[in-house]
């Protein structure tokens, strides 16, 4: 798949979770309106707009999934994406369900299943890059430990590994840049052709893992809304196990991370200069 079809299907992905977010609005919405009985004025314009927004959305969905079924020479299946389009006549139809504790959208739950097969067909050999990727970085420590390695902090931690990925991605990058309005962030590595990339963080202190999440959180914020990259791995490298997988998995959800963003708690050799001197 060319970095054109990846463009699009990120963009897809983003259309996809906006409307989740739009539905579950509507759904509000539509709750306070009911509850207050009120039809007319600001109420009703609030509806109007979450109304029309998330049409918009469900109809970008079906639109850019037959396009992206054109551009990969897959006319039949662009016929399928619009004649499911069509068996709506209200993008915007909803029903409650038992087991929704919001509003299901047909049309919404279509449009996702005509992207997701597609998505499939096209992208096997792109997962399973991704898949060597993350591999490669859940193997940090042993990487590390075979290059007899003792690291004092991140930066050594990352040469070590992209020697390995170099082996596996020709176009490893390091410090790649995403630049924003105003500053330019540089994840520490990344592989343009999977469209992902990864920040490492050296932690030989509780206190350091604390303070590095907080900076992961930052980092989410700088790299968000590029769609040329759209999958993150925050790294923690730690020398002592100060904090698990399952720890840093519930801290993720707590904070609501973005969903693009992975963490891998890895422990290996280390210590930093001052605490290796004591």
């Known amino acids: 798949m060319d970095i054109e079809e990846q463009l699009l299907a990120a963009s897809i992905r983003e259309t996809i979770r906006g409307a989740d977010r739009a539905l579950v609005k509507y759904y509000h919405v539509c709750e306070g309106n009911r509850e207050d009985n009120v039809e007319e004025g600001d109420h009703a314009d609030e509806l109007a707009g979450a109304e029309q927004y998330l049409e918009f959305l469900i109809g970008k969905v079906f639109r850019?999934?037959?396009?992206?079924?054109?551009r990969m020479s897959l006319?039949?299946?662009?016929?399928?994406?619009?004649?499911?389009?069509?068996?709506?006549?209200?993008?915007?139809?909803?029903?409650?369900?038992p087991w929704d504790v919001t509003f299901h959208s047909p049309p919404l739950a279509s449009a996702r299943a005509m992207f997701n097969s597609i998505a499939t067909m096209i992208e096997g050999r792109e997962v399973t890059g991704l898949g060597v990727f993350e591999t490669?970085?859940?193997?940090?420590?042993?990487?590390?430990?075979?290059?007899?390695?003792?690291?004092?902090?991140?930066?050594?931690?990352?040469?070590?590994?992209?020697?390995?990925?170099?082996?596996?991605?020709?176009?490893?990058?390091?410090?790649?840049?995403?630049?924003?309005?105003?500053?330019?962030?540089?994840?520490?590595?990344?592989?343009?052709?999977?469209?992902?990339?990864?920040?490492?963080?050296?932690?030989?202190?509780?206190?350091?893992?604390?303070?590095?999440?907080?900076?992961?959180?930052?980092?989410?914020?700088?790299?968000?809304?590029?769609h040329a990259w759209r999958s993150f791995y925050a790294v923690l490298y730690m020398t002592e196990n100060f904090y698990n997988q399952a720890d840093v998995d519930h801290e993720f959800r707590l904070a609501r991370a973005d969903v693009n963003w992975t963490p891998l708690v890895v422990v290996g050799p280390g210590a930093r200069k001052s605490k290796a001197a004591g």
């Open 64 to 70: 850019d999934t037959a396009v992206l079924a054109e």
């Open 75 to 97: 006319p039949g299946y662009r016929k399928e994406v619009t004649r499911a389009r069509k068996s709506f006549k209200r993008l915007t139809d909803t029903e409650v369900t």
């Open 136 to 226: 490669i970085l859940q193997n940090t420590p042993k990487i590390i430990e075979r290059n007899a390695l003792m690291p004092d902090n991140e930066a050594k931690v990352r040469e070590a590994v992209m020697d390995v990925l170099r082996l596996a991605f020709r176009d490893v990058v390091r410090e790649v840049p995403i630049p924003k309005s105003i500053k330019t962030y540089r994840p520490d590595i990344g592989v343009p052709s999977l469209m992902a990339a990864a920040e490492y963080k050296f932690i030989d202190t509780k206190e350091e893992a604390k303070a590095a999440l907080d900076g992961i959180y930052a980092d989410m914020r700088g790299y968000a809304g590029h």
